[in-house]
């Protein structure tokens, strides 16, 4: 059986998007790009602190979310570079509930010969290309040390983006997919005539993205409002990401979903015909083997919707819709052309559109 395609626009798009800087802490460039995008396809854009909404002419028929930050470097001194996210975030979430938190000491060797380049945080000019020699963990300042060569030039808070193609493959597209896949796919979704709203979030990857559709939601939100996130999910090989084409949650570190919701996202891939996981359940699952033979838990992730959830009161609740991805957090992030297919079929039923994927 032939793997499916992705249409043509839509790959296009992605790898416009992946072409775009959008380090951490400094994604105000790439809402720039995301501006353009959408409002060539005749989105009303609206612009706040932390937070881009993209709405079409029934903004609330449907309300989902995607952050836009990726991981990155900030120069932080003469030739001295740092991991933007533990820079930005101020590594203010040290409660061992998130993912990235755990996997950065995993991913330390990975960055070796890695290429990069410099850009204005504002305006997204570039100011020069490097490559990293080397990446230490200093115990000092608890964060990732990066010997960049060819950048000594930049001053302290210059945002410095891994340069990144998309490449894709007869089954599979790769890059550093976290979390540009879903943003091209919701911009895409108002190609193909989604009318709802999606919001676009900065610093997500910190920890910080919910505060920003929270004050959203306070001052234009009803009394009960229902979000999905959409995201990619990592596992830990292809053949794990493989199991399932999408990934739903009944929670996270931080709060239970809506079930109702999520039963909804479950009849829909069912309906379609396609095999989803609970991410949950399966750290759950994976944990009893793991403490079992004395190795330590896996964390349930912190998301953006958990958070929201757990700080709203009850005025913001919801679930999240995942690609899973093998090669997390890296250049090359891997999802099968079959799951993303699955992710637009499925955001396309619930935006009541027509996908031609």
Known sequence: MLAPTLPPSFLNLLSTLLRSPSVVGAEHAFFRVLQRELEERGVTVTWYEGLLVAQGTRPDSLFLSAHVDRHGLVCTGPNEFQYAAFVAGARSDLLGNSVDEQFMWKVVDRFQGEEVYAYEPWSGVYRGRGQIE?????????????????????????????????????????????????????????????????????????????RYLLQWFRRFGSSTNQLIVVDTSPFPDDEAAARQLLVLRDKDANAAFHGELTARLQAVCEELGLPI??????????????????????????????????????????????????????????????????????????GDTDFPA
């Open 134 to 210: 080397k990446a230490t963990i200093c115990e000092r300042r608890n964060n990732l040390i990066f010997s960049v060569k060819g950048l000594d030039h930049l001053v302290a808070g210059t945002p410095v983006a891994f340069l990144d193609r998309l490449h894709v493959d007869v089954a599979t597209i790769s890059g550093q997919l976290d979390n540009v896949l879903s943003a091209a796919a919701l911009v895409y979704l108002f190609e193909s005539g989604y009318q709802g709203t999606a919001f676009f979030t900065a610093e997500e990857e910190i920890g910080k993205s919910w």
């Open 277 to 350: 996981q609970y991410k949950d359940r399966y750290v759950e699952e994976r944990n009893v083997q793991l403490m079992a033979t004395g190795q330590a838990p896996m964390s349930l992730g912190s998301t953006e919707m958990g958070r929201i959830i757990a700080a709203s009161n009850g005025l913001v609740t919801g679930t999240t819709l995942q690609i899973p991805t093998s090669g997390y957090h890296t250049m090359n992030e891997t999802a099968t052309m079959a799951s993303v297919s699955a992710f637009l079929r499925v955001l396309g039923r619930l």
